[in-house]
């Protein structure tokens, strides 16, 4: 079998830490779309471990997280439909019937909306994050998606490669 992984490009001169946090979610954001890329409806909606963990729940919990941090608490925006109960539902993670396409349209259309949303937003921009009453910065912001996307990045690898070791 062989591996996927995304192209990582290091620029020539030394960038700015915007550019860092931008292409590194950006960089992360495309390890879950090439992994999920590599599977079957079928093997993306299966479950190898206790929790209702599949590869198409990763992506669907991705812009469910996505919309939570940028969309509703940065710009005080519209939440997700999966993910209006604030997460403790996870219905993010039903994926029953859902196909690897649709689901990584939607991952995608997500990405450019945030990426839109954030475009011009200084990395110093407070807002308020409702569930814990804290003031974060559009900084922190990245820097937590950052950390959750690499997170799920690991766990997508694991099951692609637990997946496909069973064809």
Not at 39 to 65: C, F, N, W
Not at 98 to 118: F, M
Request: net charge negative; glycine share 6%; proline share 4%.
């Amino acid at each position: 079998m062989e591996f996927y992984e995304a192209k990582r490009v290091s620029p020539s001169t030394p960038p700015h830490e915007r550019t860092v946090l931008l292409e590194t979610l950006d960089w992360l954001r495309q390890l879950i779309i090439d992994g999920c890329e590599t599977l079957s409806d079928e093997q993306a909606r299966t479950s190898l471990v206790a929790s209702k963990t599949t590869p198409l729940g990763i992506v669907r919990h991705l812009v469910a997280v996505e919309h939570y941090w940028f969309r509703y608490v940065l710009c005080d925006g519209e939440m997700s439909d999966d993910w209006r109960d604030g997460g403790d539902g996870d219905p993010e993670w039903d994926v029953a019937g859902l196909g690897v396409h649709p689901v990584l349209d939607t991952y995608r259309a997500t990405i450019s909306e945030v990426n839109s949303l954030i475009g011009n937003v200084d990395l110093d921009a407070m807002a308020i994050n409702t569930r814990h009453g804290e003031y974060v910065s559009l900084r922190w912001i990245l820097v937590h998606m950052i950390e959750e996307t690499a997170r799920h990045s690991g766990h997508m690898d694991i099951l692609v490669e637990q997946l496909h070791s069973k064809e």
